[in-house]
Structures are given as C-alpha cells and as structure tokens.
C-alpha cells in the first residue's frame, strides 16, 4: 500500500480511508477490469451454451490482455465484485441452460476461467513477449540437431505457436471436452 500511496503522490491513510486493506484494493481493481467485459445476455443465449463460452472466455481474456499485470492478482482471491460475479451469473446461465448439472456448470466455469487465467498471466510475463521474438524462436528451431529431436524439428515450421492461437485451440479442446462430459452427465 506503501509504494503505491508513493505512486499516486498520496499517503498510506488516503488509501485506507477506502480500502480496508490491500485484499480489498485488490478485489476492486480486478472488478474494474471485470467490468470491461462486454457481454449481451440475449446474445449469449441464443447462440448455443458453446459458442456463448467461447465468447465469454473470449472477452474475459481480452479485458486482461488490456490490463496484463492484472490477471496475478488473480491467483490472491476469487473474484467476488460486482462485475465479476455479473460475468460469472451470464456464463453460468449459459451452462445450466444447456443442460449442465449444478456441479458441472460450476466445474466447466471453474475450468474456463482457469483456462483464461493461464494465458492472460502469460501476457503479462515474459510470455507475452514472445511475439517480438518468434522470428528468432522459429528459426532456432529449425537449426536443432536432427538427431536429438527429430519430432521437433518436423513441426519447426508450425513453431512457435502464437499465444492468441493457442489459447483458442485449448479453449476448443475444453469445450469440446465439456460437451461429452455433459453428454455423460445427461445419459
């Protein structure tokens, strides 16, 4: 609180005067940012429980990638602010219309966020950086020695994958593997 009272040219007891302590500071930056996330209810529920979580995690990611030290304050607490727990209500409603049980729903929004969480602390790190240098990381694997890792140097020209496209391949893996469990919990 100290050093950021300093970066602000104000005092620690300015600060305290409204934040209890810097958990609450904390949760209210992080609902800011929630607040950034531009969901549409309607929009959500007509297009299907799987496209509605591509585009919730989607626009959540996008909010972090605005704000990239944000996300490692996530790991201190769960999001439990306004806006946050707005963002949690529209996906969970996309769940639990689409036939999820109580517990499944809770786990995939779990697995989602987590999923979201992951790659927007990698834009915030030195990860994120990797998109200035991926000229440099491709050509390194295409020098490697054949010998030594034959399956590498085979997708060295698919190397490296790029954060964003990345992210958007896992996310269909999570989806398309919360479908069959859906399907199982149905059955």
């Known amino acids: 609180m100290r050093l950021l ?4 040219n104000s005092g620690t007891a300015t600060l305290y005067r409204h934040f209890a302590n810097r ?9 800011q940012v929630f607040g950034e996330v531009e969901l549409d209810s309607d929009a959500l529920a007509a297009m299907g429980w799987q496209q509605a979580c591509r585009t919730v995690a989607q626009q959540m990611f996008d909010a972090l990638g605005r704000h990239r030290n944000v996300a490692s304050l996530l790991i201190e607490q769960v999001p439990v602010g306004a806006n946050a727990m707005w963002v949690r209500e529209q996906c ?3 769940l639990l219309a689409g ?3 109580p517990e499944l729903a809770a786990r995939s929004y779990a697995a989602l966020a987590g999923h979201v969480l992951g790659f927007a ?5 030195q990860a994120g950086a990797r998109g200035d240098a991926s000229g440099e990381i491709a050509a390194a694997f295409h020098t490697i020695d054949p010998e030594r890792y034959p399956a590498t140097l085979a997708v060295a020209d698919s190397l490296p994958v790029p954060l964003p496209v990345e992210f958007s391949f896992g996310l269909d893996l999570l989806i398309n593997g919360l479908s069959l469990l859906r399907e199982s919990a149905a059955g």
Not at 121 to 125: K, T, W
């Open 92 to 94: 969970l409603t996309v």
């Open 23 to 31: 958990a609450a500071l904390v949760g209210q930056v992080v609902d």
């Open 99 to 101: 036939g999820f049980p």
């Open 121 to 125: 602390m990698q834009l915030g790190g």
């Open 5 to 8: 009272a300093q970066r602000l």
